[in-house]
């Protein structure tokens, strides 16, 4: 398992450097793929091989994708300043590698500022994104320093007057259309647009700052049209401030949501194009985003072992060490659609017609029947011992996870590598 560690006098790439330094990532083992002979699937083979004996999942980070996230953000969004949504996935190496490339970060809770801050992150890169907080937890956020939160409910003001008088207020607004997003936030946050003029001038009376809007058009599916009209129900937000005789806003969050590839780019079109048409001549507008499952989703790679089977016919039924009570669980809260690729690493297959394949069922670990990752797939013959790797696996899985009759995904382990064909092509990244 060839792997680098900071420190060794190696000829990689210099635009690696930062990252190899950075908190969560200095000091841990980070593997080539380029030096492996099947990229991915060749590196989670040399683990296997070195560790036959394990009985536990494990993740794998290639840190050189979320370089290359980062950079083509950096070319779409220009203007729009990445603050990483924790929740989505609080991994110390992906937190620490963003941060090194220049992210903030929106956190929901006072574990997730702690997180953060424990990187070195300095607490002005931090946003208390939560409209709805425990007083504990905003008295915390004032005790660090962490001064920007969201607010869309007069209760909200009262708690944030009592418990962080000095803190600065986005207000959370619902966009006017419905996104057909598959997780609808607006169902539970965001005020109504008849709301904003009581809920600012609320603001105003117990002596708060509100500096700017936020929205969050809903995660995964949805219309990237929707961004129109949020953003010009935002720049009314501002109208509304201004008349109301408020100090000018100067900050608008267009929130999450976001997924990598050609969803992006087109979520960038409408991004950019509604910005330009209700900000373009506004001055001293800081616009930021909220992703989450874009940095997160296509970098890490879930590896699982075949720990059960049962033959009835032609149909294969396989057991796998994680499933819906632990990473997998993206399929039931995520409506995620899971793909996987078979290891054959059983002795059992020499000789065996590899073309052949079979209707399968893939169930977790657990003794819950709803525990079922995958039906009616078509999967090759698999022995116990063999692997079944999941792509695409960062975004609300390992964060989302639970111990649930004893298998801990928390104690599942992450390994480091990067794509070095990715990170060779940027050596002036930095």
């Known amino acids: 398992m060839p792997s680098i560690i900071v420190g060794d006098d190696k000829p990689y790439s ?15 083992p980070v593997a080539s793929l380029c030096q492996e002979s099947d990229g991915i ?9 070195e560790k036959p004996e394990t009985e536990s999942p494990f993740m794998v980070l290639d840190l050189g994708v979320v370089m290359d996230l980062m950079d083509h953000w950096s070319r779409m969004l ?20 963003l941060a090194a490339l220049g992210s903030s970060f929106d956190c929901a809770s006072k574990a997730e500022i702690e997180a953060v801050l424990t990187l070195g992150v ?22 660090v320093g962490v ?14 007057r009592k418990w962080h008088p000095n803190c600065q207020l986005l207000l959370r607004i ?20 008849e709301e904003v003029p009581v809920l600012l001038q609320a603001a105003h009376d117990a002596g708060l700052t509100v500096i700017g809007v936020s929205f969050h058009i809903g995660s995964g599916g949805a219309d990237a049209k929707a961004y129109h009209g949020a953003i010009a129900a935002a720049k009314g937000v501002l109208e509304t401030a201004s008349k109301l005789g408020m100090p000018k806003m100067h900050v608008l969050d267009i929130g999450g949501g976001f997924s990598s590839g050609t969803e992006f780019d087109a979520a960038a079109i409408h991004v950019n194009d509604a910005l330009e048409a209700n900000f373009g001549n506004e001055e001293g507008i800081t616009v930021i985003g ?51 690729t078979p290891l054959r690493c059983s002795s059992k297959h020499d000789g065996e ?77 930095f």
């Open 14 to 28: 210099l635009s690696l450097n930062p990252i190899l330094s950075a908190s969560g990532v200095k000091g841990k």
């Open 353 to 429: 017609n590899e073309s052949k394949t079979y209707s399968s069922t893939v169930f977790g670990p657990t003794c819950d029947s709803l525990d079922t990752v995958l039906r009616d797939h078509q999967l090759m013959e698999l022995e116990l011992e063999d692997w079944l790797v999941f792509p695409k696996m960062g975004a609300y899985t390992i964060s989302s996870g639970t111990n649930f009759n004893g298998f801990s995904t928390s104690a599942i382990p992450t390994y480091l590598t990067y794509s070095a064909t990715v990170v060779q092509e940027k050596t002036n990244m």
């Open 78 to 97: 220009p203007t729009v300043q990445p603050f990483y949504a924790v929740k989505c996935n609080p991994n110390p190496s992906l937190l620490g590698t």
């Open 290 to 340: 909220e992703p989450g499952r874009y940095f997160a989703e296509t970098a890490f790679t879930l590896a699982t072992k075949v720990i059960g089977k049962r033959v009835r016919g032609e149909l294969r039924e396989y057991w796998i060490n994680d499933g819906i009570y632990g990473c997998l669980n993206c399929i039931m809260f995520d409506f995620a659609r899971v793909t996987c």
């Open 122 to 143: 300095s607490s002005d890169r931090i946003i208390y994104a939560n409209p709805c907080k425990s007083a504990s937890h905003i008295t915390y956020a004032a005790s």
């Open 147 to 160: 001064n920007i939160t969201t607010f869309d409910s007069k209760e909200e003001v009262k708690k944030i």
């Open 41 to 49: 699937l060749g590196y989670i083979q040399s683990v296997i091989h």
């Open 174 to 193: 619902k966009p006017p259309q419905d996104s057909g997003a598959r997780n609808s936030l607006g169902l539970k946050y965001g005020a109504l647009l």
